[in-house]
T-cell receptor, first 113, second 114 residues
Framework: SQELEQSPQSLIVQEGKNLTINCTSS?????LYWYKQKYGEGLIFLMM?????EEKSHEKITAKLDEKKQQSSLHITASQPSHAGIYLC?????????????FGEGTQLTVNP | DGGITQSPKYLFRKEGQNVTLSCEQN?????MYWYRQDPGQGLRLIYY???????QKGDIAEGYSVSREKKESFPLTVTSAQKNPTAFYLC?????????????FGPGTRLTVT
């Protein structure tokens, strides 16, 4: 979607390295959701961010929503092969009805042992 | 265990045939959704339902139909009118739409039409 950009499209890192994935919206957001997907499987919910400046962590994964509420970064510390997969951000633009999320194209993460 | 089930995991059909994909949830969620995912692309919303006996079109509803006769079930029919039906289909549910809450996803059904 042109409303939403995820970068990078793919990322290959060595085990133990840190990495960051970005999600940028052209609209002010009511909420932003991060999901992880293994190829051919469903999406696993990681975290939801709503307030500008909000930061949440799940194990070694941390996500932050910027103050203007149009961009989020997802940071993985000391990556492990278990972190490999596709990371998708879903956004709920302000003014959108209900939970109609718009998803980015995803970031394919490979972690080499 | 509570969750969302989709069946079958893989589905093969000949062109011109309608096919129905199953989605069941026992999470007592009010809202349910159908998405389509194509290689290298994000998810696109097909249909969603906030409550039993009510549903709305998403961004790519043409060639699809749904029903919501029970809270637990939200089947999706891919009709012969859908020009490019081969894709990975994901069903999701959430507690409500107002206020928005996170969506939980099923394992998906991969549909191949030849």
């Amino acid at each position: 979607s042109q409303e939403l950009e995820q970068s990078p499209q793919s990322l290959i890192v060595q085990e133990g390295k840190n990495l960051t994935i970005n999600c940028t919206s052209s609209k002010t957001l009511y909420g932003l959701y991060w999901y992880k997907q293994k190829y051919g499987e469903g999406l696993i919910f990681l975290m939801m961010l709503q307030k500008g400046g909000e930061e949440k962590s799940h194990e070694k994964i941390t996500a932050k929503l910027d103050e203007k509420k149009q961009q989020s970064s997802l940071h993985i510390t000391a990556s492990q092969p278990s972190h490999a997969g596709i990371y998708l951000c879903g956004v709920l633009p302000r003014g959108t009805s209900g939970s109609r999320l718009t998803f980015g194209e995803g970031t394919q993460l490979t972690v080499n042992p | 265990d509570g969750g969302i089930t989709q069946s079958p995991k893989y589905l093969f059909r000949k062109e011109g045939q309608n096919v129905t994909l199953s989605c069941e949830q026992n999470l007592n969620h009010d809202a349910m959704y159908w998405y389509r995912q194509d290689p290298g692309q994000g998810l696109r919303l097909i249909y969603y339902s906030q409550i039993v006996n009510d549903f709305q079109k998403g961004d790519i509803a043409e060639g699809y139909s749904v029903s919501r006769e029970k809270k637990e079930s939200f089947p999706l029919t891919v009709t012969s009118a859908q020009k490019n039906p081969t894709a990975f289909y994901l069903c999701a549910s959430s507690i409500s739409q107002i206020p928005p809450t996170e969506q939980y996803f099923g394992p998906g059904t991969r549909l191949t039409v030849t």
